[in-house]
């Protein structure tokens, strides 16, 4: 009987992604752009049937959203030893090369993406048994709470208290002190970021040897960010989708997201404060050649400020921490994505790491979007770019 009920739903939702799929933009650059193609039928076809399932009253659109991306559960690793556990009441899974080491293995932590709405231990068991058994690291993914059932800084602190649990048992998981990393990919990275900043002011545990951010989220002052413009209907993530997810993070609502969108929601006096680190001034010109235009500033309007005014808070937005924090940083990794609306979060982060005297390891795919490392080998066919990315993380972290 649900069969019979979920035909024609599927049709209906077919139809949808149909009608919208014109509307959205795969350049002739992007890496496997009939691939691509494919992956984003089935994401709006997802989103359709999930917009009409909550119509129906069946389930939410979220709920469905994360029932789909669950992916298959994967088989015994004849090269990990895998367990779940719990560090400080938070959810993790723990991955160790079975193989002997000569010494104490470097250790990562792993948040994942999904905008903070998505994402779970399952969804990231491929990427975390790859960094595993190629960098020869204990991993260790964290499953943090997810919005909008639980907001800004729910996933932050989660993220926190698993990484400072980690730190003080590093012994019992044949951890080096000496070489603990925090890494995250979209929101994993934003989290990473965060994470990072908190940790390099604590003097009573192993300092961190380096942050690993893989096109990370780091602002929500400016939406229209070159990359923004020139990326804004490119999937996997499009504009309006990244000012939803940050909302969500922060209220648990996507109320006033057009005015977040058009930048109505921050002082002028702030936007000037943070000019020195959020403008296009600061992204080098070669990223500025594809369609970027000017924009008139909007109108400030302080109601809109009062609902999202932790957006200035360096724990949700680790691009306005201060100086004196961002010197503190290690060593970092930054990967950034051509076709990407968060290309200039990275970038602009860059800047800031290496203004402060942090050794910035840069890596761009010119013909990556947003997602593509969770995609490097995605139910069957694989995008050899999100491979590439992959693998120069591994290369990363066997430097350390």
């Known amino acids: 009987a649900l069969l019979l009920l979920l035909l024609p739903l599927a049709a209906l939702a077919a139809a949808a992604v149909l009608l919208g799929l014109p509307s959205y933009d795969i350049p002739p650059g992007v890496n496997q752009p009939a691939k691509l193609r494919l992956v984003l039928t089935l994401l709006l076809g997802t989103a359709a049937l999930g917009r009409i399932l909550e ?11 994360r029932y789909v991306r669950q992916g298959r559960k994967l088989g015994l690793d004849p090269k990990l030893f895998i367990q779940d556990l719990q560090f400080n009441e938070v959810p993790v899974r723990v991955y160790q090369p079975k193989a002997t080491s000569d010494g104490p293995r470097r250790g990562i932590l792993f948040f994942h993406g999904g905008g903070w709405v998505f994402g779970s231990l399952d969804t990231y068991e491929k990427v975390c048994r790859y960094l595993s058994r190629e960098s020869d690291s204990v991993v260790v993914s ?41 890494c995250g990919d979209s929101a994993g990275g934003n989290l990473a970021a965060a994470v990072s900043q908190t940790l390099a002011g604590s003097s009573d545990l192993p300092r961190l040897r380096a942050q690993i951010l893989i096109y990370p989220g780091l602002q929500a002052l400016d939406f229209n960010l070159p990359s923004y413009q ?7 993530l499009f504009r309006e989708r990244a000012a939803f997810f940050a909302l969500l993070y922060l209220n648990g609502d996507a109320l006033h997201m057009q005015e977040v969108l058009e930048g109505s929601h921050i002082p002028p006096d702030m936007r000037l404060k ?22 008139r500033p909007t109108d400030f309007i302080a109601e809109v400020y009062e609902t999202v005014k932790r957006f200035c808070e360096p724990n949700l937005c680790p691009l306005l921490a201060e100086d004196s924090v961002v010197h503190q940083l290690p060593e970092s990794f930054i990967l950034t994505c051509e076709y990407d609306v968060l290309r200039d979060d990275g970038l602009l982060y860059k800047k800031r790491l290496e203004d402060n005297g942090v050794r910035v390891t840069w890596y761009h795919l010119e013909d990556g979007f947003h997602g593509i490392i969770s995609l490097y080998d995605y139910c069957g066919f694989s995008f050899p770019s999100g491979k590439r990315g992959l693998d120069r993380v591994v290369n990363f972290l066997k430097s350390l």
């Open 55 to 65: 119509k129906t009253g069946l389930c939410s659109q979220i709920t469905f959203g």
């Open 142 to 182: 964290v499953q943090y709470r997810l919005a909008p059932e639980h907001k800004y800084p729910a996933a932050y602190e989660d993220c926190l208290n698993a990484s400072q649990h980690f730190l003080q048992h590093l012994q019992h998981y044949g951890v080096d002190p000496a070489r603990v990393t925090v």
């Open 230 to 236: 020139q990326n804004r209907g490119v999937p996997l």
């Open 274 to 295: 943070y000019r020195k680190w959020v403008s296009p001034d600061n992204i080098p010109e070669e990223f500025k050649v594809r369609g970027v235009k000017p924009l």
